[in-house]
Structures are given as structure tokens and as C-alpha cells.
């Protein structure tokens, strides 16, 4: 069955220490996957995303991501956190096929940032 | 233009009244979602419209109703809900194809309370 797991409900850290968010997958062929970012009480935000290629993909706001297939992992990584960071993160899984709709997000991962 | 409108941004409603949701984008897009989400959750997938026809409903209680007037409006139309019907609802669009083009761009979402 396909699903995603984010093992870390919350994460705490301290502005400006790195941030590693874990993320991993269970999907019948290569999957597209993406990592989204939710204020409190907004929509979803795309960081970034692995379609192919190099596995290691820049996003926005200083976010990357390494996509590793033997491993089944997809980890969001920061090397240096800002207050404004603290929302919640969803990685999530896509279907690479046309008219192949269905995202599988993972439960998300609330992150706390610490003055 | 890269967005997804949503109105209203919050609303209240009786178990007896209706109302409706409204999403809008400009992107070109011709599929269009519709998705519930409950607090500290991930979004569900209600309804998915590709090319203005409904493609995919989960298994949405009849008192949801979506509508896909044209490529760029779609809207969710409520009927007698129920308190546990209070939830964030939102509206994403993608291309309808595979591959790098079927990220989905999220709206704000509404928050929806039913007393």
C-alpha cells in the first residue's frame, strides 16, 4: 500500500541550529515527492519537489531536500532555522502518471522554534 | 499569476442553512480539489474535477455538493451539515497531466464552524 511516514510528531529547536525533518515513503514505482509547509490556519505552501535527477534539490526560503531511493526517504534539511519557520510540515507523494490525482500527504511534522 | 482564491476566509453556519464555497485560479489549470482538513491533520481529498467533470469523490456525504462551473471556478456547495463538519476546507488546481507539471497550488482555505 502506498503511504508516507513522518516518525517525528514535533520537532523543537533553537533559532538558528540545523534542521533535518525525516520523511519516508512506501510507493509501487518512483514516486514524485514534495515537501509542503502549513501556517497555522493557511493553506499549504510547495518548498520543493523531486520529479528526477539530481537528488539533491533546492526549495524556497533556504529549504532542501535529498531524495535517497535506497532508503525510501525524502529528509527536509535547514542549515540555519529562523523563528518564522515554526509551522507545520507535510511531506507527500504524487502519482507521475496523467490524470493520477491522488497526493498521499504524511501526517506532518510540527515544528517549534526556540529563541 | 500563481494563486488560488478562496472565499469566504471564515465562516458560520447552522445544521440547517446553505451555503457555498468559492475557489478561483488563473493559472490555466484544469484540475481543480477540494479537501477537508481537521486540526493538527492532513488535508483528506474530497472531490477532484479534471477538465470540469468530476474525476474522483471519495466518498463525500451527499450534504457536499461540488460544482465545476468553468476551467477557472470551482465551488462547494453545503447543506445541513453537522458539527463534526467544522473543519478547514481547501481548494488546490494542477495540470491535469503527469509528470513535473502535476504539483498541486493550494488556496488559503476556509474555515468553516457549524453550530
Known amino acids: 500500500a502506498q503511504s508516507v511516514t513522518q516518525p517525528d510528531i514535533h520537532i523543537t529547536v533553537s533559532e538558528g541550529a540545523s534542521l533535518e525533518l525525516r520523511c519516508n515513503y512506501s510507493?509501487?514505482?518512483?514516486?514524485?515527492l514534495f515537501w509542503y509547509v502549513q501556517s497555522p490556519g493557511q493553506g499549504l505552501q510547495l518548498l520543493l519537489k523531486?520529479?528526477?535527477?539530481?537528488?539533491l534539490v533546492q526549495g524556497i526560503k533556504g529549504f532542501e531536500a535529498e531524495f535517497k531511493r535506497s532508503q525510501s526517504s525524502f529528509n527536509l534539511r535547514k542549515p540555519s532555522v529562523h523563528w518564522s519557520d515554526a509551522a507545520e510540515y507535510f511531506c507527500?507523494?504524487?502519482?507521475?502518471?496523467?490524470?493520477?490525482?491522488?497526493?498521499?500527504f504524511g501526517a506532518g511534522t510540527r515544528l517549534f522554534v526556540k529563541a | 499569476d500563481t494563486e488560488v482564491t478562496q472565499t469566504p476566509k471564515h465562516l458560520v453556519m447552522g445544521m440547517t442553512n446553505k451555503k457555498s464555497l468559492k475557489c478561483e485560479q488563473h493559472?490555466?489549470?484544469?484540475?481543480m480539489y477540494w479537501y477537508k482538513q481537521k486540526a493538527k491533520k492532513p488535508p483528506e481529498l474530497m472531490f477532484v474535477?479534471?477538465?470540469?467533470?468530476?474525476?474522483i469523490n471519495e466518498s463525500v456525504p451527499s450534504r457536499f455538493s461540488p460544482e465545476c462551473p468553468n476551467s477557472s471556478l470551482l465551488n462547494l456547495h453545503l447543506h445541513a451539515l453537522q458539527p463534526e463538519d467544522s473543519a478547514l476546507y481547501l481548494c488546490?488546481?494542477?495540470?491535469?497531466?503527469?509528470?513535473?507539471?502535476?504539483?498541486?497550488?493550494f488556496g488559503p482555505g476556509t474555515r468553516l464552524t457549524v453550530l
Open positions: 474535477y479534471s477538465y470540469e467533470k468530476l474525476s
Open positions: 493559472m490555466g489549470h484544469r484540475a
Open positions: 523531486y520529479f528526477s535527477g539530481d537528488t
Open positions: 510507493y509501487g514505482a518512483t514516486p514524485y
Open positions: 488546490a488546481s494542477s495540470h491535469p497531466t503527469g509528470g513535473s507539471h502535476n504539483e498541486q497550488f
Open positions: 507527500a507523494v504524487g502519482p507521475r502518471h496523467t490524470g493520477g490525482f491522488k497526493t498521499i
